[in-house]
């Protein structure tokens, strides 16, 4: 009977570190991820229903309709594999592979300088918005640094976090308005209005998870910067707890991040944080490295606590 209890309260993290050894494998590539699927899909859904003639207000009210009807209509799918699946432990194993999905840069092992720019563009560009043709070499190693640490917060510590503390259909729910909301993102024009209620559950369910992935990666720090910098910089930021984590992020790995950005040709001003160094080609392989020890950290830490409660 205790070895049943025992097997009960280690089942889900027996099935997190499960997904996540086979989810960081090199088996699949980013444009056969299953969420790709999500992708073309709301973008196919925000190109019928967003309609730019139609007043703010008729564009905000629409883009809350189309999260609700959308967030439910994958639910139900959901609900039908969990029933065709019958064990709950091979629906979550599976569900938790198709959500998790870790960013990486592949560096040429040789500096090419300037041609290395094509190289790098080529593996951020389909996954962030921005336009990266007219930056600098530096600048784009401090957006592939940027695209690094907030994708995987987003794709993979928030479904963990959510994973952990509430169950399967809390990552399932997150990760679904994650994708709405970034492929309605608000910051481009066109969807300034329609994708404002998909990016502000956004910015609430993954709050938490910026707040202790910053902590995490602020310990990890060789020289811990104070916590005050770290305050007033986030506070600058359009987004407290974005603006921490990349704070934390920059001081971890002494750099500067944030700065101006352009969507679509249009400018959008943020402020700098962390240090004055610019960020150089063998940062973006540190960052890497940190963001792998932050997720090594967080499951060592989730584990252990498993281990109290069941052993209690």
Request: with cysteine.
């Amino acid at each position: 009977m205790n070895l049943a209890m025992d097997w009960t309260s280690m089942q889900s993290v027996f099935i997190l570190l499960t997904a996540v050894v086979i989810a960081r494998l090199p088996l699949c590539p980013p444009h056969f991820h299953p969420t790709q699927l999500l992708n073309l899909f709301f973008s196919a859904v925000a190109g019928k229903v967003n309609n730019a003639q139609r007043s703010h207000q008729q564009q905000y009210i629409a883009g809350n309709l189309a999260l609700i009807i959308m967030l439910g209509f994958i639910l139900i799918i959901a609900a039908v594999i969990q029933f065709i699946m019958i064990e709950p432990i091979l629906f979550e194993f599976v569900l938790l592979l198709c959500l998790l999905q870790w960013e990486k840069i592949n560096l040429p092992e040789v500096n090419l300088g300037n041609l290395e720019k094509q190289t790098i563009i080529s593996q951020i560009q389909p996954r962030t918005l921005r336009d990266l043709d007219q930056l600098s070499l530096l600048g784009l190693h401090k957006a592939s640094i940027e695209n690094l640490c907030l994708r995987n917060s987003y794709q993979w510590f928030a479904v963990i976090f959510w994973y952990v503390s509430v169950g399967i259909w809390a990552a399932i729910i997150y990760r679904v308005i994650q994708l709405m909301a970034y492929n309605w993102n608000s910051k481009l024009t066109v969807n300034r209005h329609f994708g404002r209620p998909a990016a502000s559950l956004q910015l609430l369910l993954t709050a938490p998870t910026h707040i202790i992935l910053g902590c995490t990666l602020r310990s990890l720090q060789r020289a811990t910067s104070p916590l005050a910098n770290l305050n007033k910089q986030a506070k600058k930021w359009h987004h407290f707890s974005s603006g921490f984590l990349l704070s934390s992020f920059a001081y971890s790995l002494a750099i500067q991040l944030g700065g101006p950005r352009k969507y679509q040709g249009s400018m959008h001003r943020f402020s700098q944080l962390g240090h004055a160094q610019p960020a150089q080609r063998d940062d973006i392989n540190r960052a890497q490295q940190k963001l792998t020890l932050a997720l090594l950290v967080w499951l060592s830490f989730i584990t252990a606590i498993s281990l109290l409660i069941s052993i209690r």
